[in-house]
């Protein structure tokens, strides 16, 4: 072999281990010096999972021969009846294409749909490589300085200049709500402008709605940008999948809905032969369980109050309860946020203490989560990791923005998730109380990182 070749291509060169990973490097390496660090850093749903569809999982064990590409019949049908019945439309199980998480779909995605994409700043970390490994440009589309989530025209447009300017063709734009990593929720009127702004340019619009289930407020639930999929030119493409709501993103399945239109029929066309020839099928025995999962009193003949619409009600609760808990904690101590409306993330800027962060030499959002890992025990991803430009000054700037999940502070160990786990989501569904001491301890860590700074 000529070693002075690569090995590698130079677009695969590029990539590198997700800094989600990278931070569970450095909270095992803290760790093991003896030190606590409670993790914000991770957002992986914890609960334990729901009993009748463990039981499914178990029963289906058995089941080891490949899966339709596109799917199990019964599990498109059944997601399809679900979203249904969020969104008050029609989805026919033909629009609905299975994989293994929806990571894949989206990477898929990214490859067969032509042009460059516009996203807005900040996003979820794997868009960025996906984009980049595609092959095709990316140009952010800068938000609101408070939420940092909301797209103005203007930001959009100014976009899509930039993108025409640079002698891009700006084709795709994906949007992410309840988002990671902001916990914001598109309004009505935000879906609407994105969707006409979309309609207007031909672009693809991708709608990552895999916390949907997650809404604080009941009526953003059926928020979507899926609703104007319809018709002879509906271009919007939605995901989701069981890895949020159903805390089994180990159980690898996510799925993406494509309008009934002609151009949806042919993306979806193109991304079963994707399919077919990257991953094959989604794992049986979680295709199996799924159906049980997506199963709703809203799409099937369910009964109201059905296991599973009380398993999503007490995990949507215990998430509201924990990320609300927790903005209040991060606002009483001085620290610029916004009220999370979905999801399980908080976005916060440190901006308010930049003075005393400067003199300890923390000057950008690596800095940052560094120093809180290192010297407060408290694990969170630095704004740069979601796009931001840690060169850049002011509160919108992510120089000192964090993203924050909450997700690891219900139980302390895989056993305590079991053990303690259906007690927790039986109380939260009763509208009790509930006790959550990692939870405290992030706050008291908060507040002694705070008054660190204070005496700077
Ligand atoms: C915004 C967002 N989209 C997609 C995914 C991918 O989830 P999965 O591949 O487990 O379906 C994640 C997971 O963290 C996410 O946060």
Redesign the pocket.
């Known amino acids: 072999m000529d070693a002075s070749q690569p090995v590698i291509t130079a677009s695969a060169a590029k990539l590198h281990l997700s800094p989600t990973l990278e931070i569970n490097e450095l909270v095992h390496r803290v760790r093991a010096t003896g030190k606590k660090v409670i993790h914000l850093g991770f ?1 992986e749903a914890t609960f334990p999972i729901q009993e009748e569809v463990l039981q499914c999982h178990r029963e289906a064990c058995n089941s080891t021969s490949y899966l339709p590409v596109a799917g199990l019949g019964e599990l498109r049908e059944r997601i399809a009846a679900y979203q249904s019945g969020r969104l008050n439309i029609p989805i026919h199980a033909d629009q609905v294409v299975v994989a293994p ?4 779909l ?1 990477f898929a995605l990214f490859d067969i749909l032509d042009g460059d994409v516009l996203l807005p700043r900040p996003s ?1 970390v ?1 868009y960025e490589p996906q984009i980049a490994h595609a092959g095709k440009l990316l140009f952010w589309i800068e938000t609101d300085e408070h939420g940092r989530h909301n797209l103005t025209e203007k930001a959009l447009d100014n976009a899509y200049t930039s993108a025409v300017d640079a002698g891009a063709r700006p084709r795709i734009m994906l949007i ?1 709500s309840p ?2 990593p902001t916990g914001q929720v598109f309004s009505k009127e935000q879906v609407s402008l994105i969707v006409k702004f979309c309609r207007g340019r031909s672009i693809t619009l991708i709608s ?1 709605e ?2 949907s289930d997650i809404c604080f407020n009941a009526e953003d639930v059926q928020i979507s940008a899926f609703e104007s999929a319809f018709g002879e030119d509906g271009t919007v493409i939605m ?1 989701g ?4 709501t159903y805390s089994a ?1 180990g159980w ?1 399945v ?1 799925y993406a809905i494509f309008p009934s239109s002609p151009v949806g029929k042919a993306i979806r066309q193109s991304t079963l032969a994707y399919a077919s020839e990257c991953w094959s099928a989604a794992s049986a025995p979680s295709q199996i369980a799924s159906i049980k999962a997506f199963s709703s009193s809203r799409a099937t003949s369910e009964p109201i109050g059905s296991a599973m619409d009380t398993y999503r009600e007490a995990v949507n609760c215990l998430h509201r309860m924990c990320t609300t808990r927790f903005y209040h904690a991060l606002q009483n101590c001085g620290i610029a946020v916004a009220e999370p409306k979905g999801s399980f993330y908080l976005y916060p800027s440190f901006q308010p203490y930049a003075s005393q962060l400067q003199k300890i030499g923390v000057v950008t959002s690596q800095d940052l989560s560094k120093w809180l890992i290192e010297e407060c025990g408290l694990a969170a991803l630095p704004g740069s990791a979601f796009g931001e430009k840690d060169e850049r000054q002011g509160v919108s700037g992510g120089n000192l923005r964090l993203r924050m999940a909450t997700s690891y502070l219900y139980f302390s160990s895989e056993e305590e998730k079991y053990s303690k786990g259906y007690a927790l989501l039986k109380s939260a569904a009763a509208g009790e109380e509930v006790s959550l001491p990692l939870l405290e301890e992030a706050i008291a860590a908060i507040q002694a990182a705070v008054e660190k700074l204070n005496t700077q």
């Open positions: 957002g998480g929806s990571k894949p989206l979820w794997s992410n988002s990671n990552d895999i916390y995901t999948g069981l890895s949020k993103g690898r996510g």
